[in-house]
């Protein structure tokens, strides 16, 4: 037998069954709200944008999460110093602490150099927010407090100095300034012009969108890292560090926008075929309106999706061109320039700390490789 609830309803709780009925389970939510709700079921997307948070997050405060003055120079080569919560006794203690390097009177039996063990009488505390080396907080406040550092003012290297003593994650927290700065304002400029042209050219059609695409093809044709050095070789050594590093960024906005195109312009072709598209050209809207009202919402999901996908391969262009020399030069940094000291295997062996650089270049490309696997699918209607 079905038994049914013939229980009398209050009016806000009957009102409340028709928006369901009307609206589904979750209500009128509008589009971001379910794609937000989507990205949130997937643990991979998440974690990828959280790590993107967190990267820009690093990148704008930049010095104060960095524990030493990153210009700063020191004996050479330093191995990285391990945090410890143990005194010299063994004991534990609830501050850490790190200990510097000592030299005893005894030498090793193979290399005959004296032999180097941690100094235990002078160890060097640390702790959050502490006072460091002073810099200008958005080059304007200036301030000496950092995120974590030594207590104690003496020189702290969580990932060893290189070879001028300089301290490796200050100065990999400092240019992921820079990596970053170059990979988004490309990925701005390539998704402007990209989404502009793919969008016009599968409008209009025609003989127009052939020539268009014709020029395109042009542009993808070319070899990429032989034209990207053969560019940037044209600047003089003396240039400003500005308008090396504008030059760059423009050359590898020159070279990416094409690919997006062709993405968008496929997407174009299909959308302006559709009935409300041709509806609004029968009542007479203009192209222009129909372009950026009708067209551009619609492909807006995939220019997002392609954003968060492209902006790891310009870090890895960078990162690359850097090793090389061409991307970025002194007095600034970036991921790629500091890879330069990694030239000589010889250096790699002996001091392996030098490549973690390349451990925020890997964490950088999987965030936003994370991020765009789970907008892709947060996205996709089907």
Same mark, same amino acid.
Request: net charge neutral; charged share 15%.
């Given at each position: 037998?079905?038994?049914?609830?013939?229980?009398?309803?209050?009016?806000?709780?009957?009102?409340?069954?028709?928006?369901?009925?009307?609206?589904?389970?979750?209500?009128?939510?509008?589009?971001?709200?379910?794609?937000?709700?989507?990205?949130?079921?997937?643990?991979?997307?998440?974690?990828?944008?959280?790590?993107?948070?967190?990267?820009?997050?690093?990148?704008?405060?930049?010095?104060?999460?960095?524990?030493?003055?990153?210009?700063?120079?020191?004996?050479?080569?330093?191995?990285?110093?391990?945090?410890?919560?143990?005194?010299?006794?063994?004991?534990?203690?609830?501050?850490?602490?790190?200990?510097?390097?000592?030299?005893?009177?005894?030498?090793?039996?193979?290399?005959?150099?004296?032999?180097?063990?941690?100094?235990?009488?002078?160890?060097?505390?640390?702790?959050?927010?502490?006072?460091?080396?002073?810099?200008?907080?958005?080059?304007?406040?200036?301030?000496?407090?950092?995120?974590?550092?030594?207590?104690?003012?003496?020189?702290?290297?969580?990932?060893?100095?290189?070879?001028?003593?300089?301290?490796?994650?200050?100065? #990999?927290?400092?240019?992921?300034? &820079?990596?970053?700065? %170059?990979?988004?304002? *490309?990925?701005?400029? /390539?998704? +402007?012009?990209? @989404?502009?042209?793919?969008?016009?050219?599968?409008?209009?059609?025609?003989?127009?969108?052939?020539?268009?695409?014709?020029?395109?093809?042009?542009?993808?044709?070319?070899?990429?890292?032989?034209?990207?050095?053969?560019?940037?070789?044209?600047?003089?050594?003396?240039?400003?560090?500005?308008?090396?590093?504008?030059?760059?960024?423009?050359?590898?906005?020159?070279?990416?926008?094409?690919?997006?195109?062709?993405?968008?312009?496929?997407?174009?072709?299909?959308?302006?075929?559709?009935?409300?598209?041709?509806?609004?050209?029968?009542?007479? #809207?203009?192209?222009?309106?129909? &372009?950026?009202?009708? %067209?551009?919402?619609? *492909?807006?999901?995939? /220019?997002? +999706?392609?954003? @968060?996908?492209?902006?790891?391969?310009?870090?890895?262009?960078?990162?690359?061109?850097?090793?090389?020399?061409?991307?970025?030069?002194?007095?600034?940094?970036?991921?790629?320039?500091?890879?330069?000291?990694?030239?000589?295997?010889?250096?790699?062996?002996?001091?392996?700390?030098?490549?973690?650089?390349?451990?925020?270049?890997?964490?950088?490309?999987?965030?936003?490789?994370?991020?765009?696997?789970?907008?892709?699918?947060?996205?996709?209607?089907?």
């Amino acid at each position: 037998m079905l038994a049914f609830d013939s229980s009398p309803r209050l009016p806000h709780e009957q009102m409340s069954l028709e928006q369901t009925a009307k609206n589904g389970p979750h209500g009128n939510e509008s589009y971001m709200a379910l794609v937000w709700r989507r990205l949130r079921r997937s643990w991979t997307g998440m974690i990828g944008l959280i790590l993107v948070g967190l990267l820009l997050i690093m990148a704008i405060f930049a010095e104060f999460f960095a524990p030493m003055d990153p210009k700063a120079t020191d004996v050479g080569f330093a191995p990285p110093q391990i945090m410890s919560f143990h005194d010299k006794d063994g004991n534990i203690v609830f501050q850490p602490r790190v200990y510097g390097q000592t030299e005893s009177a005894e030498l090793d039996p193979v290399t005959f150099q004296p032999v180097v063990g941690p100094d235990y009488d002078n160890p060097n505390r640390l702790g959050f927010f502490v006072a460091g080396a002073e810099y200008r907080l958005f080059g304007l406040i200036p301030t000496n407090r950092h995120f974590f550092g030594s207590t104690t003012g003496q020189p702290v290297h969580f990932l060893g100095t290189d070879k001028f003593g300089r301290d490796v994650l200050s100065r #990999a927290i400092i240019g992921s300034r &820079i990596s970053l700065t %170059i990979a988004l304002t *490309v990925v701005f400029i /390539v998704t +402007v012009i990209g @989404t502009t042209v793919g969008m016009v050219s599968g409008y209009f059609g025609g003989s127009f969108d052939t020539w268009v695409q014709r020029f395109v093809e042009i542009v993808l044709a070319f070899p990429q890292l032989p034209l990207y050095l053969a560019l940037t070789s044209l600047i003089p050594v003396t240039a400003p560090t500005n308008v090396f590093l504008g030059f760059v960024i423009v050359v590898m906005s020159a070279l990416g926008w094409a690919q997006m195109s062709r993405e968008v312009r496929g997407k174009t072709l299909a959308l302006a075929r559709i009935d409300y598209v041709r509806a609004a050209m029968a009542v007479g #809207a203009t192209d222009r309106r129909i &372009i950026f009202q009708h %067209i551009f919402p619609n *492909v807006m999901s995939h /220019v997002i +999706v392609a954003v @968060t996908l492209h902006i790891p391969s310009v870090v890895l262009l960078e990162s690359f061109l850097g090793f090389l020399g061409f991307a970025v030069k002194p007095p600034l940094i970036s991921w790629g320039l500091m890879l330069q000291d990694t030239a000589n295997y010889s250096v790699i062996g002996t001091y392996p700390w030098i490549l973690a650089p390349v451990g925020f270049v890997l964490i950088t490309v999987f965030a936003f490789n994370a991020l765009g696997d789970g907008l892709r699918d947060a996205v996709d209607p089907y």
